[in-house]
């Protein structure tokens, strides 16, 4: 599977990218702020940290990259999803980077998230679509976006987007 390259240009302020671990270690101090999704038992040398200072806004959240919350694993829970939310929000005016290990379940849906709370009630498949053009190979995973879709009062509407796509 081949991924889309970060650009060797800076990110534009406001600008909202995708990654993979790897892509994110190399990539990680051209952004203003960071969110990391990793696994709950994520070793050390699987993580993502800043070590040196300054550092951008960085935001660490860990559950499982699984769709089914009836599994017995570590999903995304709510206060989880809100406070990346709240996180990207704060950063609105600056490069975010989202990523996962591979950038295209957990990153993904927490961008989905993000790209639908920026843009507004009723554009959700504008948001599905922007996701798709930024990470094509995305495959959101399905807890986050429901937890998106209840704390941003979408009312099914961003799971239903997701639905028709796939």
């Given at each position: ?68 919350d009836t599994?017995g694993v ?93």
């Amino acid at each position: 599977m081949s991924y889309p390259q970060i650009t060797p240009n800076a990110p534009r302020p406001g600008e909202l990218v995708v990654t993979g671990l790897s892509q994110a270690r190399r990539h990680k101090r051209r952004f203003d702020a960071v969110i990391t999704l990793e696994d709950p038992a994520c070793r050390p040398g699987s993580r993502l940290r800043f070590h040196r200072q300054p550092a951008p806004g960085h935001l660490v959240l860990a559950f499982e990259d699984v769709d089914d919350d009836t599994l017995g694993v570590r999903v995304a829970t709510r206060d989880q999803v809100g406070e990346a939310l709240a996180f990207a929000r704060a950063h609105a005016d600056g490069a975010l980077l989202v990523h996962c290990f591979h950038g295209v379940g957990r990153s993904a849906a927490m961008a989905l998230a993000i790209l639908a709370d920026r843009l507004g009630p009723g554009e959700e498949r504008v948001a599905l679509n922007r996701l798709l053009a930024i990470r094509p190979e995305a495959t959101p995973n399905l807890v986050v976006v429901k937890l998106a879709d209840e704390i941003l009062g979408r009312d099914g509407g961003l799971t239903a987007a997701l639905a028709a796509w796939e």
